[in-house]
Nanobody, 125 residues
Framework: QGHLVESGGGLVQPGGSLNLSCAAS????????MAWYRQAPGTQRKLVAS???????IYADFVKGRFTISRDNARNTVFLQMNNLQPEDTAVFYC???????????????????WGQGTQVIVAS
């Protein structure tokens, strides 16, 4: 099965920036939407931002003006540039994609959802 690999999390001071990346494995194709979610301890996972293959974006109100989502369709990679980070942004960030994948035996599966393993973002002084 296909998988997503995230990178770019870490510890940053308030007001700082981080850039998250998420790459889909080569077995994933025809990716429609890609998105970032986040989950703080004791809370539900929430949508941060999403982007379609055509570049249409949606942002949660709590990140508008601070975060920017973008993607490289050729590489099925999505990015999240996060600026002016605040302690309340501390969470595990998860990458999401929907599309299709092919197995090593040549079978194809469509309308699949994929999640990354999560990358920790900590904003603290």
């Amino acid at each position: 099965q296909g998988h997503l690999v995230e990178s770019g999390g870490g510890l940053v001071q308030p007001g700082g920036s981080l850039n998250l990346s998420c790459a889909a494995s080569e077995t994933i194709f025809s990716v429609a939407s890609m998105a970032w979610y986040r989950q703080a301890p004791g809370t539900q996972r929430k949508l941060v931002a999403s982007i379609t293959s055509g570049g249409h974006t949606i942002y949660a109100d709590f990140v508008k003006g601070r975060f920017t989502i973008s993607r490289d369709n050729a590489r099925n990679t999505v990015f999240l540039q996060m600026n002016n980070l605040q302690p309340e942004d501390t969470a595990v960030f998860y990458c999401f994609a929907d599309g299709a994948y092919r197995t090593s035996s040549g079978r194809y599966y469509y309308n699949q959802s994929f999640w990354g393993q999560g990358t920790q973002v900590i904003v603290a002084s």
